[in-house]
């Protein structure tokens, strides 16, 4: 029997290092499809069009809001951020476990949508490593640093709503984690709904004596 795929949702902090890590488990492993997501933001130095996100206006978003075109989508620091549709349904209908690297407002409404939907929250092993990594990056100025920690603070009092925290200290651990959750995540009862319904009918035929 072909699975669908499931639904995997990660957030976490501005730099905490969510970027990174997908791209290495969609690298290591052939299981996931990554979603790319649609901007109103600008392009960082190195980020590709359609690769990174597809970067597009504040008109052109909004009416792929009003055609239904977007699974979810959010506001983060004065920028819309939104889900494309179709390439998700595909993905799924293909067997891939889909990942959403999206933040806690989109979660939280994939959650509702989707209650079968794996929600993992990102974090590094310290604050003060969060700002290293930020800063680090140099891709932006001290202003909008300054915002993102500021808006970490706030989705730091979410954490409780995810099923699990993984924490991104050395990478390679943190994408073997990952990786080990999210196939953990497909034997539970509530992704197997079909296979379980199954068993429960193969069973009801045996104790009326059917083949
Ligand atoms: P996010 O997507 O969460 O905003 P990024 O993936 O852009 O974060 O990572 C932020 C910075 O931290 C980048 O410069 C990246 O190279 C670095 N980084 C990511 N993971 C680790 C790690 N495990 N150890 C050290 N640096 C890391
Ligand atoms: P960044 O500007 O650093 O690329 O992303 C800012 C925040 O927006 C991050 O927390 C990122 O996970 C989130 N984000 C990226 N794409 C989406 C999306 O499609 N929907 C939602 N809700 N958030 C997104």
Redo the contacts with the bound molecule.
Sequence with gaps: MKHKGILVVV??F?GAG??TLMKQLVKTYDAYAL?V???T?APRPGETEGKD?FFISKEEFEKKIADGALV???Q??G?Y???PKEYVEKQLEHGKDVI????I???LKIKERFPSALLLFVTPPSMKELKRRLCGRGTETEEIIRARLSRAGEEAEGIEAYDYLVINDDLETCVKQMHALIQGAHSAPLRNEAFIANIRTQLEELSKGEK
């Design positions: 957030s976490g501005s969510k970027g979603s997501s649609m901007t933001r996100y979810e989508y959010a983060y620091c920028n951020y939104g889900t959403l690297e999206i933040e407002q989109g979660a």
